[in-house]
T-cell receptor
Framework: DGGITQSPKYLFRKEGQNVTLSCEQNLNHDAMYWYRQDPGQGLRLIYYSQIVNDFQKGDIAEGYSVSREKKESFPLTVTSAQKNPTAFYLC??????????????FGQGTRLTVV | GNSVTQMEGPVTLSEEAFLTINCTYTATGYPSLFWYVQYPGEGLQLLLKATKADDKGSNKGFEATYRKETTSFHLEKGSVQVSDSAVYFCALNLSASKIIFGSGTRLSIRP
């Protein structure tokens, strides 16, 4: 079955550590996204990528980094510079048609907790 | 700039009640519009979409009509069920850059 796989589902990080969240898709989608969701809040865009080897900052990129070396993979690193990283992280992808992105497909999310 | 505004929750209804969740948007062009649903602890799932003015998206008894004159895309369902309890997000996609989401509306249905 095609879809988006995020791993791990739960992740615990100590203060000062970097952690990397995995996102893989087998939908052959061009665009991929990372969103952060805090309790009772909407989605805030961290980074997005339209093509391999290219990505742009979203609204809250500080303290995060990404790479897009392969079309199917878009890992997110939460660095020690991110002061409040405890949140639910969602990865998504979409296909581009005629220069316009279609609807996004989401993974099941990774819940990151700083301990 | 481009934005999405949806009614604040939580919204609490009794089973079989009529549901409306309001969504309005601001966009410089002609966006595609979406409603997503999120169940506890999960990612978002596409509920329905509309890509041009006067289109009606529908799925699982939910409907929304793309109203260009009022820049709205309100979500409706004639008779809600307990299983509809979730958070609902309105979203728009205007260009090949990013999808913009509203803040979400939590819906709770009482048996």
């Amino acid at each position: 079955d095609g879809g988006i796989t995020q791993s791990p589902k739960y992740l615990f990080r100590k203060e000062g550590q970097n952690v990397t969240l995995s996102c893989e898709q087998n939908l052959n989608h061009d665009a991929m996204y990372w969103y952060r969701q805090d309790p009772g809040q909407g989605l805030r865009l961290i980074y997005y990528s339209q093509i391999v080897n290219d990505f742009q900052k979203g609204d809250i990129a500080e303290g995060y980094s990404v790479s897009r070396e392969k079309k199917e993979s878009f890992p997110l690193t939460v660095t020690s510079a991110q002061k409040n990283p405890t949140a639910f992280y969602l990865c998504a992808s979409s296909v581009r048609t005629g220069g316009l992105n279609t609807e996004a497909f989401f993974g099941q999310g990774t819940r990151l907790t700083v301990v | 700039g481009n934005s999405v505004t949806q009614m604040e929750g939580p919204v609490t209804l009794s089973e079989e009640a009529f549901l409306t969740i309001n969504c309005t948007y601001t966009a410089t062009g002609y966006p595609s519009l979406f409603w997503y649903v999120q169940y506890p602890g999960e990612g978002l799932q596409l509920l329905l979409k509309a890509t041009k003015a006067d289109d009606k998206g529908s799925n699982k008894g939910f409907e929304a009509t793309y109203r260009k004159e009022t820049t709205s895309f309100h979500l409706e369902k004639g008779s809600v069920q307990v299983s509809d309890s979730a958070v609902y997000f309105c979203a728009l996609n205007l260009s090949a850059s990013k999808i913009i989401f509203g803040s979400g509306t939590r819906l709770s249905i009482r048996p």
